[in-house]
């Protein structure tokens, strides 16, 4: 079901016109309103004037996660405090969070971002949505609550964690759809299959949409074959609003950008040029519509590429790869570049592990060492070192041809491997406490 046609198809051209106008709009008001929109441009020399088109994106500034902190908290914000509505804040790892703030109208667009995806679901006014990602200044809970109000489905809000309840009200009350990280999913389907008194056979789901955090074709077949459901990817990000930026159609061959709303640009990292159509980079968002606080061109970290061909469900909008993995998550072990994804990948090639893992890097006097936990699934498993070894050979060899270094593969109790509620941790680096 596509819930706003004019918007999700509509032709290049009149799409073309419509980002035109609106980002002229937005460059005007961050020019007249945001300090620090002035001094950028100024720096650069352009004017408001200077953007006919959205072509003319490319004179613009770019904004960093960085700027945004050293904004903290309200620097960027376009309009008086009293127009905002709410507040929401990223999860710093360290530090200040990120904080984005809200005006109803920005309200409103960020639901219509997910309900666009939901409705590609086939999600409407007969469904009950679980909503398991965490409430709070995190932009998941709320923001998929938004959107499931937004077409009209009953909204169960449980929020993350309290597993057992949680499956146990997913069976009583009807759920239907599922919406939390694709790594909690993965926990609540374990707790499914371990539970003596919720059976999968019993309960309604139908479909997921998994968020928040990069996952693979891999974890995807793994959560619809465990949840008997079919699983799509939100994309999305507290910057621009949450999630809802874009989402999977029932095709699964991408996920389409809602660029009426938030303008993609794909750039080389290194040089910050645009790329070429199709090529590998790093993803940029302008937000388009935004009035609370309007950003130019922030860079994600995110890495993959933009696909303009027309989709079979005949959405128009530009469809984006799987994200290879954010730049930030890159690890650089012995000089190979390494994305915890890949990892992930490679697992869910081999039907004897479960997809958890967990990395740790180290370094042994000049060498880095990248020590890997893996699970057997519990009908593979034995204590037994040697009834392990015959598992272990063919991981190895895989992970050294895709990823090009060599782990140190530890074999651990089904079960053993922490399970997260949010989003994933995947990695220690221990280097880093080392200098
Ligand atoms: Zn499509």
């Known amino acids: ?15 073309r016109k419509l980002q035109s106008e609106r980002l002229q709009k937005i460059v005007k008001t961050c020019y007249e309103k945001v300090p620090f929109y002035t001094r950028k441009m100024d720096e650069l020399g352009v004017k408001p004037e200077d953007i006919k088109s959205i072509d003319d994106i490319v004179k613009l500034p770019f904004t960093t996660k960085h700027d945004l902190r050293d904004e903290y908290p309200y620097g960027l914000q376009a309009v008086p405090q009293s127009e905002i509505r709410r507040v929401h ?8 969070p990120v904080v984005a703030t809200y005006t109803q109208n920005d309200l409103d667009h960020w639901a219509e971002g997910v309900a666009r995806v939901l409705a590609a679901g086939g999600v409407g006014k007969e469904d009950v949505v679980q909503v398991s990602y965490g409430y709070g200044l995190f932009t998941g809970g709320l923001g998929a609550h938004d959107g499931a109000n937004k077409v009209g489905a009953v909204q169960l809000p449980t929020s993350a964690g309290n597993s057992e309840k949680q499956t146990m009200l997913m069976q009583d009350l009807g759920s239907t759809v599922l919406a939390c990280t694709p790594s909690y999913a993965l926990h609540l389907a374990e707790v499914i299959e371990n539970s003596d008194k919720v059976n999968l056979k019993d309960l309604k789901l139908r479909v997921g949409f998994f968020g928040a955090e990069p996952w693979t074709e891999g974890m995807r077949r793994e959560l619809q074959s465990k949840l008997g459901i ?4 939100i994309y999305g990000l507290t910057e621009m609003s949450g999630p809802g930026v874009g989402g999977e159609c029932d095709c699964q061959d991408g996920t389409h950008l809602w660029e009426d709303m938030f303008f993609p640009e794909i750039i080389n990292p290194e040089t910050l040029q645009p790329c070429a159509p199709g090529e590998f980079g ?3 968002f302008t937000s388009l519509c935004k009035e609370a606080m309007p950003i130019i061109r922030y860079r994600t970290r995110d890495l993959t590429r933009l696909n303009y061909g027309k989709c079979a469900c005949g959405r128009t909008a530009v469809r984006m790869d799987r994200i290879l993995g954010r730049s930030d998550d890159m690890l650089i072990v012995r000089g190979v570049n390494v994305f915890p994804s890949q990892i992930e990948t490679v697992l869910t090639e081999f039907p004897v592990f479960t997809p958890q893992y967990f990395i740790t890097i180290d ?21 037994n070192p040697s009834k392990q070894m015959p598992y272990i050979k063919p991981l190895y060899d895989r992970i050294v041809s895709l990823c090009g270094i060599k782990p140190n593969i530890h074999i651990k109790e089904p ?21």
């Open 1 to 15: 079901m596509i819930y706003n046609a004019k918007m999700e198809c509509m032709s290049r051209e009149d799409m």
């Open 89 to 96: 804040a990223s999860s710093g790892t360290t530090g200040k």
């Open 282 to 284: 790093e993803l940029v």
């Open 415 to 435: 079960g053993a491997i922490t399970r997260s509620i949010g989003k994933a941790k995947h990695v220690e680096d221990k280097r880093n406490f080392r200098g």
């Open 230 to 233: 079919k699983a799509y990817d």
């Open 363 to 383: 370094r042994k006097g000049n060498e880095d060492s990248f020590d890997l936990d893996v699970e057997l699934r519990t009908e593979f498993f034995s204590p």
